[in-house]
Structure formats: structure tokens, C-alpha cells
């Protein structure tokens, strides 16, 4: 199957089939936190654009403008203060995305993300399986899961899935893997515990379990230490990630996040 088509193709055609779910059953769809996600995005894509052009140049001039504009900084205040359990990383993909093509391309993002994952691991597990096979399961998955709602869900949930799939890349099938494909699922793995902690959790807890079950079964125990090691590292860069934009927040404006 690896031989015919490349995975980044695979990824595609996987997303196109479960886009074609959420386009038969409507859109994609938003939840209350959605927002909260959205206004991060914002409000970093705000202050990048004030640190280019400069603040002068949208500086308040009538006293209506000044009322405004303190508003607007209170409002900044409380959101550092309130929103802390919200990704500002995940902020900026969801308001980045929106912008640039609507909630489809984030749809598209986080479909693609996940077939591609699955790609990766249907070769792996299955080597000589056809070529066609990868279009049935993901069709199967697409029309009899609810992987299209969740691809589709304007919230970083699917990223879970793509932990727990890149543990098992990573744990069992790593030798398997290209260089930058193991890149990539350490990129993966990284973004998705810094778009949510619960996920950092689920790396703690989930990777030691699966490098246990793969010692008890005598996997290779110097490829057991590169994927610990691996595993290891994705986890302290996502917390130094999320350690640091609040570090960050509490050093500039003085609020807790």
C-alpha cells in the first residue's frame, strides 16, 4: 500500500471522505468554548498587528474611543484571569483557519490530521494490505463512527485520538516510520497536548502503560528507550510550551492564566 500512494495522499483522500460526511449532514459545528478558543486567537493576532504597525496608529482620540478602549483592556484582563483552562495555541489555529478559508479548513485540518495518522498506522500493521483498503476503512469509519463529528467540531477533542494513535506509532511501530514521519507524530503529539492539558495527562498516564505492555512482550529494549525518550521529550516541550504563555502573561501584564 506505502508503495503506491504516499501517506500525505492517503491523509487527503481520507479527509475528503469525512468531509463528505459532515457535508451530506450540514457543517461543521461550534460549542460555547468555541468562542473562548476564537477570542484567543484573536486577541494574539491583535497584538501581533499592534507590534508591527504599531499602536499609534489606532490610538483612541474622542473620549467615546478612550471609553472603548478601556473596555476593551478590562475585558483583556478578565479573559487572562478566566480562560486559563483554554489553549491559546489552539486559539490561534482555530481564529488563524476561520479567517483564512472558514470552519471548513479547520475541519479539513483535523481530518487530515487524523487519516493521516491512520494511514500510518494501517501500514504499519498491515504492509501488503491493498492499496484500496485504506479508502474502505476510512469510508467505514467516516459513514459508521462519529469521527466526522468530531473532525468537524470546532474544539481540539480529535487531537485525543491523534495521542493515543502516535503512542502506538511510536511505542510499537516506530522502525516502521520515515524520519519526518516520526517528526510529524511527535509534532502531533506536541500540539495536541498544548491545545488541551487534559492531554498531557493522557500522555503521562498512556505512554508508560504502553512501553510497559511492549517490554512484557520483549520488544526491543534499545528502540523502547528511543521511543521513551521520544515520548519524553514531546511531553516537557508541550509543557514548557504551556508553562511559558502563561509565564509570559503573569510577566507582562501581571494576571494569572
Known amino acids: 500500500m506505502s508503495r503506491r500512494l504516499p501517506s500525505p495522499v492517503l491523509a487527503l483522500i481520507g479527509a475528503l471522505l469525512v468531509l463528505a460526511v459532515v457535508w451530506v449532514n450540514g457543517r461543521p459545528s461550534v460549542f460555547t468554548d468555541t468562542d473562548d478558543y476564537f477570542v484567543h486567537g484573536h486577541r494574539i493576532a491583535q497584538t501581533l498587528k499592534y507590534s508591527i504597525i504599531g ?18 483592556q478590562q475585558e483583556v484582563h478578565f479573559g487572562h484571569t478566566s ?7 489552539y486559539g490561534m489555529v482555530l481564529y488563524g483557519l476561520q479567517k483564512l ?50 473532525a468537524a467540531f470546532a474544539l481540539p477533542d480529535i487531537f485525543a485520538a491523534g495521542v493515543c494513535i502516535g503512542i502506538a506509532l511510536l511505542v510499537i511501530y516506530r522502525d516502521q516510520l520515515s524520519r519526518w514521519e516520526q517528526a510529524g507524530v511527535i509534532a502531533i503529539l506536541v500540539a495536541a497536548m498544548a491545545f488541551h492539558t487534559s492531554h498531557i495527562l ?30 519524553f521529550a514531546s511531553l516537557v516541550a ?17 494576571d494569572d492564566f
Do not use: C
Open 55 to 72: 499602536w499609534d496608529q489606532d490610538q483612541p482620540e474622542t473620549p467615546q474611543e478612550w471609553k472603548d478602549f478601556k473596555a476593551d
Open 83 to 89: 480562560m486559563g483552562a483554554r489553549s491559546p495555541y
Open 101 to 150: 478559508g472558514t470552519l471548513w479548513l479547520l475541519a479539513f485540518f483535523q481530518a487530515a490530521m487524523v487519516s493521516w495518522l491512520v494511514a500510518l498506522l494501517l501500514r504499519s500493521m498491515a504492509p501488503r494490505a491493498p492499496a484500496w483498503s485504506y479508502a474502505a476503512l476510512m469510508a467505514a469509519l467516516a459513514g459508521l463512527t462519529t469521527l466526522p463529528y468530531i
Open 202 to 231: 493522557l500522555v503521562a498516564s498512556a505512554a508508560p502503560a504502553a512501553l510497559l505492555v511492549a517490554w512484557i512482550l520483549k520488544a526491543d529494549r534499545r528502540s523502547l528507550l528511543t521511543s521513551a525518550g521520544l515520548l
Open 238 to 254: 508541550a509543557v514548557a510550551l504551556v508553562g511559558g504563555y502563561s509565564a509570559g502573561i503573569k510577566l507582562t501584564t501581571g
